[in-house]
């Protein structure tokens, strides 16, 4: 009798995406099947962007002498096409709808714009939070994000005033890159929106960082948002309303806030009333969707949107995907002690505020610049990319 085949569907091919897809092919799946010779498994990776993009690196890419934008994007096929294709295939599209009681997912395809159904029997999503700009997060294809800096770096070069409108760690990062770049040569602003900057940081090292901008040429002001924004066509120029009622003019103008979990084709009942997949932080399981439906990354209720909830979880999240598919076989599957997944909850951010250094805290221990400088901010890291996607 011929195999029957077990369908993996992962939605999302980015931070989270990729690196569960290459841990289930390799460890997960060989496991399984060296058990049970009556299944086989397919994983399917559903993603809008043919290419990878290092977000990290983002605030970088401003500075085209320290780092060029095609570092920051990575071809998915060079991960993944070592895989056959009866194990493996790659939908570049976005998840429109998604029919639980029948598993299915309808896709838009990026390139056509026609839609295909994508079976699941166990379903991944890793879909992650898509910002306000295109500058941080992908916005369906690579090519949105690629042009929206190709668009904006000769024009940083001729603009006279800079207004960045976010107090986290993009916008700080980007500040004092800007800051490093023109100093006093150029108005540059930046808009915490609260009472100081890195508001997950304690306020001694928010503090630092602002004192780091000023010393670069960056003006700090807090306590002021952004209510909306608009271009004149003409000057090229945005007008931003603030909170106070006042109205100002910047040559340029770049939204470092937020993001919005890309969610909207899931089932209401799947998510918390912020529209985040409601998801046990031990297994990764979405709990209020029904059995061997997972979530990962910023999407996830659990996360805190650093890095670590997403690179500390691949393996835990295999784990659970193991242990549930091999109770459910056929054949008697050699036991795993099952991995829960540990959050790290003591703060832990480095920021870097130019290319000599930086503020943050490892583990709850406040480092100086120096360690920022060693860790991040002389590289941002960029050297993984390609790790990313060829693990």
């Known amino acids: 009798m011929a195999a029957s085949t077990h369908n993996i569907t992962i939605l999302g091919g980015n931070y989270a995406g990729l690196p ?85 997912i309808t896709v838009k395809l990026t390139e056509s714009g026609d839609t295909v159904l994508v079976p699941y029997d166990s379903l991944v999503l890793a879909t992650g939070t898509t910002s ?23 024009r940083l070069l001729k603009a006279k005033s800079i207004t960045i409108v976010g107090g986290g760690p993009a916008g700080v990062e980007t500040a004092g890159e800007l800051g490093a770049q023109y100093g006093f040569k150029k108005d540059i602003t ?13 306020p001694a090292i928010s503090e630092d960082a602002a004192s780091y ?50 969610t909207s084709f899931l089932p209401r009942s799947w998510l918390t009333p912020k529209g985040y997949v409601e998801t046990d932080v031990k297994t990764l399981r979405a709990t209020a969707a029904g059995p061997n439906i997972y979530a990962v990354g910023d999407v996830a209720s659990y996360s805190l ?58 583990f709850g221990w406040r480092v100086p610049s120096w360690v920022v400088w060693a860790i991040k901010s002389r590289t941002y890291l960029f050297f993984l990319a390609k790790a990313q996607v060829m693990p």
């Not at 090229?236 to 003019?249: A, K, N, V």
């Open 20 to 104: 569960i897809a290459h841990y289930l092919l390799r460890r997960t799946i060989p496991a399984l099947e060296a058990s049970d010779k009556s299944k086989i498994y397919k994983v399917t990776v559903v993603c809008p962007s043919s290419h990878f993009f290092f977000k990290p690196g983002a605030p970088r890419l401003v500075s085209p002498e320290l780092a060029s934008i095609e570092k920051a994007f990575v071809p998915i096929d060079d991960g993944f096409k070592h895989y056959s294709k009866d194990r493996f295939s790659f939908v570049q599209g976005e998840a429109t709808d998604l029919k639980d009681d029948k598993h299915v």
């Open 132 to 154: 306000n700009s295109a500058l941080w997060t992908l916005h369906g294809s690579h090519l949105k994000t690629r042009a929206a800096f190709e668009d904006l770096l000769p």
């Open 190 to 202: 930046i808009l915490s929106g609260g009472t100081r900057l890195l508001q997950k940081l304690r």
């Open 213 to 262: 901008l000023s010393k670069l040429g960056v003006t700090v002001t807090h306590n002021l948002k952004f209510a909306s924004s608009s271009l004149d066509e003409t000057t090229g120029q945005t007008h931003l309303s603030l909170s106070d009622g006042r109205t100002i003019t910047t040559d340029i103008f770049i939204d470092a806030t937020g993001g919005t979990p890309n």
């Open 305 to 362: 949107g650093a890095i670590m909830d997403v690179n500390n979880a691949i393996a835990p999240l295999a784990s659970t995907i193991y242990t549930d598919l091999s109770q459910s076989s056929s054949s008697p599957t050699p036991k795993q002690k099952q991995i829960f997944y540990n959050q790290i909850v003591t703060e832990t951010q480095l920021v870097p505020i130019g290319p000599k250094g930086g503020v943050g805290a490892l």
